[in-house]
């Protein structure tokens, strides 16, 4: 499990900043034809601790088990991230 940030993330660095284990970065990738510009959550790196969801002003951030169906594939696009 690991947090996942959605693209509905407004590319404020207070995650970035607050998550204990720097598992937080800003970037681009491309996934299935479509390019993200956010911030992503390494899940090798993120502990789980729910600081980076308890400051995200746009509430783009949960943990993977709580994903909706139409929201699951964001788990892939952070993992993507990590693994370019």
Do not use: R, W
Not at 30 to 51: L, S
């Amino acid at each position: 499990m690991a947090y996942v940030i959605l693209d509905t993330c407004e590319k404020d660095d207070v995650c970035a900043t607050a998550c204990p284990d720097e598992a937080i970065s800003h970037g681009t990738v491309a996934v299935n034809g479509v390019e993200y510009d956010q911030y992503f959550i390494d899940p090798d790196k993120c502990n789980e601790c729910g600081t980076c969801e308890s400051v995200c002003p746009s509430g783009s951030i949960y943990i993977d088990l709580d994903l909706t169906p139409k929201e699951k594939h964001f788990a892939q696009v952070n993992s993507a991230f990590f693994a370019q």
